[in-house]
């Protein structure tokens, strides 16, 4: 069965500080990964996606790395804010449409 | 562009009533999909369509019926609601099949069923 999971379940940073979540996955055959956002009482939005050949792709803080050899992914959150308080999903593609959902990190960024 | 809005944002039911939970996208996207949300567990497909007319079941599609009239709506019915729905609901739609495409997601629809 195919399974995608995430760590930590939950962390707390300081306003500031950077911070990595992991996502590890054992769905086959890989497509596609991408990590969404999603703010409290809202619905997911992506931020980004890579597929096998890509190993790094950044969207302004947030730097997502592939390892697919390893089934590996990390979510790297740079100089962290307020407004990156929300919980992040990964979600991994198989070439037979199918989507596998992480249950997700909830990041508390504190002043 | 509105993108995926999703009504009501809260219902509160009674076991064995029924009730529609309304989705609509002005993407002209094709796919569109039913999730339901639930506390240390990853969302969970219920339901999802390629097309008008067009419809198949997910992972978790017991309780539930759908139906794909025309290309922006996707109402997903609860026939007989029990307490094992309450959940947080998500309608998403991508320009392509889930496994390639950006899911865009409603802003989700909290269920209650006492």
């Known amino acids: 069965k195919n399974q995608v999971e995430q760590s930590p379940q939950s962390l707390i940073i300081l306003e500031g500080k950077n911070c990595t979540l992991q996502c590890n996955y054992t769905v086959s055959p890989f497509s596609n990964l991408r990590w969404y956002k999603q703010d409290t009482g809202r619905g997911p939005v992506s931020l980004t996606i890579?597929?096998?050949?890509?190993n790094t792709k950044s969207n302004g803080r947030y730097t997502a790395t592939l390892d697919a050899d390893t089934k590996q992914s990390s979510l790297h959150i740079t100089a962290s804010q307020l407004s990156d308080s929300a919980s992040y999903i990964c979600v991994v593609s198989s070439n037979d449409y199918k989507l596998s959902f992480g249950a997700g990190t909830t990041v508390t960024v504190r002043a | 562009n509105a993108g995926v809005t999703q009504t009501p944002k809260f219902q509160v039911l009674k076991t064995g009533q029924s009730m529609t939970l309304q989705c609509a996208q002005d993407m002209n996207h094709e796919y569109m999909s039913w999730y339901r949300q639930d506390p240390g567990m990853g969302l969970r497909l219920i339901h999802y369509s390629v097309g008008a007319g067009i419809t198949d079941q997910g992972e978790v599609p017991n309780g539930y019926n759908v139906s794909r009239s025309t290309t922006e709506d996707f109402p997903l019915r609860l026939l007989s609601a029990a307490p094992s729905q309450t959940s947080v609901y998500f309608c998403a739609s991508s320009p392509s099949g889930g496994a390639f495409g950006e899911q865009f997601f409603g802003p989700g629809t909290r269920l209650t069923v006492l």
């Open positions: 890579m597929t096998f050949s890509e």
